[in-house]
């Protein structure tokens, strides 16, 4: 199946503009990462809920799956292509990039 491949937000941004209803970007970070930083667009389902949850994805749309910076989100999107999801993605540098390339007003931590 190969890696997961990666966007920047730069990248994800570029491809799926504000507002685009043709991508869902999954956060997977806890509840308490949430109320310090969050992408307004995103859909949260917390890492450790994702294989209970999983039937509330869309296989028929993109996956880009963000945290902190990068690597739970890897996991994760590698946890959604074993289970059929081909069109996933890592947001690279999560939500700590998103802060530094695209959205200074989303605290860093």
Same mark, same amino acid.
């Given at each position: 199946?190969?890696?997961?491949?990666?966007?920047? &937000?730069? =990248? @994800?941004? /570029?491809? !799926?503009?504000?507002?685009?209803?043709?991508?869902?970007?999954?956060?997977?970070? =806890?509840? $308490?990462?949430? /109320?310090?930083? $969050?992408?307004?667009?995103?859909?949260?389902? &917390?890492?450790?809920?994702? &294989? /209970?949850?999983?039937?509330?994805?869309?296989? +028929?749309?993109?996956?880009?799956?963000?945290?902190?910076?990068?690597?739970?989100?890897?996991?994760?999107? =590698? @946890?959604?292509?074993?289970?059929? @999801? +081909?069109?996933? @993605?890592?947001?690279?540098?999560?939500?700590? $990039? !998103? $802060?530094?390339?695209?959205?200074?007003?989303?605290?860093?931590?």
């Amino acid at each position: 199946m190969g890696p997961v491949p990666e966007l920047s &937000p730069t =990248e @994800f941004r /570029a491809r !799926w503009p504000q507002g685009s209803s043709d991508v869902v970007l999954l956060d997977v970070r =806890e509840h $308490s990462e949430l /109320a310090m930083a $969050s992408v307004p667009e995103a859909v949260h389902i &917390p890492m450790n809920e994702i &294989p /209970a949850r999983i039937g509330e994805l869309d296989r +028929d749309r993109p996956l880009v799956v963000m945290c902190h910076g990068g690597g739970r989100s890897r996991r994760v999107a =590698e @946890f959604l292509r074993a289970n059929g @999801f +081909d069109n996933v @993605f890592n947001l690279r540098g999560g939500i700590d $990039s !998103w $802060s530094t390339e695209l959205d200074a007003g989303i605290p860093r931590y």
